[in-house]
Every structure is written in C-alpha cells, then in structure tokens.
C-alpha cells in the first residue's frame, strides 16, 4: 500500500482530449506513453490489445504520444502522422499501422500508409509540412515528462504509474488488481 502512495501518478486527467477505446464509465483506465519507433512499445502494442479485448467494459485505454527524437529519428513525425490521421476521424487505424509497420515510419512511407487507410493524403501531406499537430505531441510529451515518465513504454493504470512488466500475465494482473 505505501508503494501506491508513493509511486508517480498522472498529472494531467484522462479526458475527452483524449484518444480513448473503450467505455467512458469502465472501472479501470489504462494510460500508454508511447512511441511508435520505440521497439518495447512495438512489443506492448499486441498485449495491450489483449488486454483490451480480455478486459471489455471494464477497462478505458488511452494512448499519449512521448516521442524519443533523440534515439528515434521518426518517432516525432509518426506521432504528428497520427495526430493527422486523427484529424480524418482515423488515429486507431493509423495507431495500429504504425505500430504493425514499425520499420516503415519516413514521410513517405507515412503518406503509403494514409493512401492505404483511405484518407485525404493532399490534406494529410499538408499538416505534416505545415507540423499542425505538433504542439498536441508536444502537449502529450510534457505532460508525461510531469508525470514522471522518462522511457517508453509507460503506463498508468487509475492514475498511478505501474512500475512492472508489461508482458501479458502483468500487465492484465494489475489491470485486473485495478478494478473495484
């Protein structure tokens, strides 16, 4: 119990700013900080989509965006190539590409995989030159650096950061230890 009080905890409140899955009224809100060429978060992903699916309504995920520019040379335009998509009413699909498609994240390998969701790729190309959706990465990034996050993946669970594994049987333990 004194681990909980002392473990770091969520500065900023998961809210509709938020790109959510899940139920708004779940017992248990999983946040990721993540990177899309980060190879652990890569590793994550699968699980956490397990988790999801084993976990139902009881659970709301969110993803937040802490790109590691200075060891992923890509990582901050995937997350603006994100952002993008979700300007279209796309940033899961686009999530899930990146993440399926982690040694294909130069620009033009991001305009292939917004042709190959469908989206307007003339509108898409432009906010990316134009870098529209960077200060949401940035806001995304400082907000886990106030909460203490300083590698990727992390993620809290209820607010509080989860300081074990991320393989499935963790994971899906303190999710579960998580619930009411």
Same mark, same amino acid.
């Given at each position: 119990?004194?681990?909980? =009080? ?27 900080? @993540? ?6 978060? @890569? ?24 790109? =590691? ?35 294909? =994240? ?6 292939? +995989?917004?042709?190959? =969701? ?7 190309? *432009? ?5 529209? +959706?960077?200060?949401?990465?940035? *806001?995304?990034?400082?907000? @886990? ?18 300081? @074990? ?16």
């Amino acid at each position: 119990m004194t681990e909980l =009080l002392h473990a770091p905890r969520l500065t900023v409140p998961v809210s509709e700013r938020d790109h959510l899955k899940g139920s708004p009224t779940a017992s248990v809100t999983l946040v990721e900080y @993540g990177d899309y060429q980060c190879p652990y978060c @890569g590793a994550a992903h699968p699980i956490v989509k397990e988790v999801q699916r084993l976990m139902g309504d009881e659970l709301l995920f969110a993803f937040r965006h802490f790109p =590691l520019t200075q060891v992923h040379r890509y990582a901050g335009i995937a997350a603006e190539a994100a952002e993008a998509a979700g300007a279209q009413g796309r940033f899961w699909e686009m999530h899930d590409e990146l993440f399926e498609h982690q040694d294909h =994240l130069a620009p033009p390998d991001l305009l292939s +995989h917004a042709e190959a =969701l469908g989206l307007d790729v003339d509108r898409f190309a *432009e906010e990316l030159e134009s870098r529209a +959706h960077e200060p949401r990465v940035r *806001e995304d990034f400082m907000s @886990g650096i106030r909460s203490g996050v300083n590698g990727t993946p992390t993620f809290f669970i209820n607010d509080v950061r989860h300081n @074990g594994g991320y393989d499935l049987a963790s994971l899906l333990d303190a999710v579960r230890s998580a619930a009411p």
